[in-house]
Nanobody, 124 residues
Framework: QVQLVESGGGLVQPGGSLRLSCTASGFNLDYYAIGWFRQAPGKEREGVSCFSSTDGTTYYASSVEGRATISKDNAKNTVYLQIDSLKPEDTAVYYC?????????????????WGQGTQVTVSS
């Protein structure tokens, strides 16, 4: 069964950090592009960061560039998104998505597999 499971969300104070995890089962992420998206209440789902496993290409949206790092642990078949210097506007449900191929893209239509999401709340 193909599955993506996110974890690592929670309540964080402004200025804090979080590392989100996206673990795949049923397929090998080594041949996939992975995207992290987020959706805040009343807003569209937006692409935050992408990683192309085959060539290591990364992409960061301007909203997180300089604060976020996307990485992959091949042995654990897991992709991470660390966000530092968190702001209240980072509050959202964060989703990971994957699709076979070598690309970085922030359009939802590029990804076939989606996780269930993990809530991140940045508040004092």
């Amino acid at each position: 069964q193909v599955q993506l499971v996110e974890s690592g969300g929670g309540l964080v104070q402004p200025g804090g950090s979080l590392r989100l995890s996206c673990t795949a089962s049923g397929f090998n992420l080594d041949y996939y592009a992975i995207g992290w998206f987020r959706q805040a209440p009343g807003k569209e789902r937006e692409g935050v960061s992408c990683f192309s496993s085959t060539d290591g290409t990364t992409y960061y949206a301007s909203s997180v560039e300089g604060r976020a790092t996307i990485s992959k642990d091949n042995a654990k078949n897991t992709v991470y998104l660390q966000i530092d210097s968190l702001k209240p506007e980072d509050t959202a449900v964060y989703y990971c998505a994957a699709n076979a191929g070598s690309f970085t893209a922030t359009s939802r239509s590029n990804y076939s597999y989606w996780g269930q999401g993990t809530q991140v709340t940045v508040s004092s």
